[in-house]
RNA sequence: GCCGAGGUGGUGGAAUUGGUAGACACGCAGGACUUAAAAUCCUGUCGCCCGCAAGGGCGGUACGGGUUCGAGUCCCGUCCUCGGCACCA
């Protein structure tokens, strides 16, 4: 009995869903009469291993919302898609030989199954696939478009490089403030006198997309480049393979041109403080100065060292300069002694694994070049170094070294013997740098006397007008690496023509990614398409590129391609993205925090420059799921014996004989484990021993960690919805708690929804009914005492909706279910709202009520209930009566009473007395409606 | 080390601007129905103490201070957990 009437929720939720499906009931179409609404949802990549019970709760929510918005009247737009290029399918067709595209296909088919089974509303027309030749032509588009546009830093705005040609046969590059890599300077008459491909060299240094010789993190085992954030501690995130670098040609996009806007731009959103906290970090804007030192090199010349530094004020405590290794001045820096150790230690640093130096951080190590550089003003001889603890990618990869000012610094200077010299009044640096800006600067010619603040500013001025440097700000953010050496990405709308590159025409998009036979990297670092040949030289002798683009470039514009997804001549309608932008609410993971989140924020940026984006900012309010964490089941296995003992049995001193070994979940029933499944499950202890305890069953032990395939402790969404039916689930995964927290997923508690939605079944449809038995609602009118209640739930409900409190959207419903059954109340009058409450959160059960209660319409149309003040008054007030703060007794008070009246009863009620204790009225403070409280000496 | 979030019963959590701490559930215990089990229903469930009982007292939101008539909530200090970053000049 108890197994068919489960089922039948299972029976509800495929009526519906089928009946959504044929009506298309959760497809939308634009309406500029109504407010619009967008929610979204971050782009999943659908792994072959499915959806966990981790995945769906922030689609849930956001189903959620997007329902309960569109019955508020909005026209909403919810949509999902997948971000169908990436490694996993690359690498699962290397073992298998099947086709990337075959894996991904499968993969979305069985995740479009499983959303769907949870009935979340989705306008699946509206789908999109980055795999799809024809979005990724629009991905190929948004890349030629960087690659013709150039930064104007005077007007804060990419334009058309065009524009910057005219200007160069104008003027040269006197005079232009662009984001560039282009160091020299030319007029008009040398930009004449270059040809074609030499205008193209320098152009290529101010395109918003070019290419660059630079260290890459190359990974052998991958066969492929990693980017800086997929590599942890010299090995690759996935697969924990050795990476090490080597220079390499890449695309590069040039995401630091946007570094100010993005940094600036992060004030106006409505996003967590953390997730704004660590972009602000992550573009890392610096303000100081450059310093230039003169050097003598070995052979008589001189050479400028241009160094970065955010205290200039410490100059007159410079001891020493420190150049990165790789710096380009090291060569003619280091004298003949010193050439040999010099070359080692270069040697070193290069191959040297970040994980290595990492281990070693705290000691200093570095080499003197031999040679010295004059300090600007003093004339002072300080040595040049050369040390990893200098990085060449940031700043001007050489800097001065202040010992007394700086930490590290003050390490390398006492390793090395260095002197220690403070520059601020009554400071003593004899244990450790002084780095806090307060003080009075001493023995600094000029600026002695000055406060630090002061003297920043006099220093970068003076030397700006001694052209020995001047005022520079820096960022910590780099441009983005856009090359993988990989097949299954979108290839580049590019040819070569020696070493210069030239951008497809539009009509001749997509370049579509051509079939393959072999997978393997070909191990020089080239893309797995270098082998087609046929596909990579072209008619005119021109080479096609054969790296393909990240998995970040599909992702970075997905959220303006919903807008209008199967548009063939245009990224988007311009109408459909102004009425649909930005969107009101994202949902996704912390771990996007800086990739996703940063490029996509570029990318939109740059779409607005160039007319595109409608909004500078896509996404206007961000919200982070918290991850929910499995139950895992340790049994415990004698160290020197083939037998398992239950866990109960084992006393902890002796713990330490024993080995745990995850059991699968499913074969565990609270902490007792199936023993023979067990077996089944695991061959290699078929032949165990089991030792029970004395009720004959045998127990593990859980433990709460990540959910992880490799853990045993995955529970996926399929299984529980067939069996408790989706609404049980879907309501279970937003009563486990705040929709932000990391939660552990305890698999007993979805008891308490499921039992709550029976409840709700059986009070009005009845035990034992047939499949198509109506549900007989009174037609009496309500009560006060009802119709409070009611309101009382429509006002929670609405109010916690808004502020994504949804545990307690649940709760509530559960509170007013029990009042109901108390009551004995099946009235129309209160059921029918609450039918319209619940929908969002329990679209199939709702429906399904709703239709038996003889409703027409669609319930998912009907409009929200609204609350009205007046059923939520009481007649008497309860005040909680506290003395001193302490509760003491309960006073109930007609509604209007007025202040003095209720001190009133409050002094003279016999209760009192006993808790005076002989003490003296103060006064009596009433927080109306809420608590009174008397203040006794 | 730095940045961010957090610490409330056996468990998940609730308490929206300072106003009855522990809502709503899970689990557990006891009971009803049943030959039995499942399912369902009822009762209890922060700790300690007094009472046969109804009931009452004291303590309690990581720890130590403070502000306030009143603090889980605000302020100062300490400890712990989780997430992120890591030689950024």
Redesign the pocket.
Known sequence: ??FRRSMRFADIDAKWQARWDSLEAYEVVEDPQRPKYYVLDMFPYPSGAGLHVGHPLGYIATDIIARYKRHQGYVVLHPMGFDSFGLPAEQYALRTGIHPAITTENNIARYTAQLKRIGLGYPWRRAVRTSDPSYYRWTQWIFLQLFSHWYDKKQQKARPISELEAIFARSGNIGVEAATSYEGIFDAATWAQWDWAQRQRVLLHYRLAYVQESLVNWCPALGTVLA??EVRDGLSERGGHPVYRIPMRQWFLRITAYADRLLAHLEELDWP??IK??QR?WI?R?E?AYIDFLAQTPTGQTARIRV????PDTLWGATFLVL?PEHPLVETLTDAAQREAVAQYRQMAQNRLERD??A??GKPTGVWLGTYAEHPYTGEKLPIYIS????MG????A?MGVPAH?G?DWAFARHFGLPIRSILADVSVEGGAYESREGRLINSDFLTGLSVSEAIQVISQRLAMDGKGGPAV?Y?LRDAVFSRQRYWGEPFPIVWRGDIPIPLSEDELPVELPPIEKYEPTGDGRSPLARLESWVKQADGTLRETDTMPGWAGSSWYFLRYTDPHNPHALADPEKLRYWLPVDLYVGG??H?VGHLLYARFWTHFLYDIGISPVKEPFRKLVNQGMILGRSILIYKRKDAPTFVSADLIPESERSAYLPVRVEVSLVE?TQVDIEGFRRWMPEYKDAEFVRNAQGSFHGEPLIEKMSKSFHNVVTPDALCEQYGADAFRLYEM????LT????W?P??I??TY??L??LWRFLVGEEEGDEAPLQLSEAEPTSVELRLLHTLIK?VT??IE?L?L??C??HF??FL?EMQRLGCRKRAIWKPFFVLLEPFAPHIACELWERSGESGFLWEMAWPEWSEEYLREETI?Y?V?I?????FHLEVAEETPLEEIQEKVRTDARLVKYLNGKVIQKI?V?PR??I?V?AV
């Not at 927290?741 to 552990?744: L, Y």
């Open positions: 009995m108890y800086n954030e403080e953390a906290e660590q970090y890392g610096s100081g970065f530094s955010t205290r990165a130096r990492l070693s951080s990893d603890y200098v990085l940031y700043g001007t990869g800097i700086d590290r820096q910590r912390a771990e925090a609270d009563f486990l708690g705040p927290h990391t939660k552990p305890d007993r508690g008891q308490g039992q709550f029976r409840r929670r109010e916690d502020r409190s545990n307690t649940v709760a559960m509170s029990n309860t909680p506290t001193n703060g302490k509760l003491r403070i927080v809420k608590i409280n203040v």
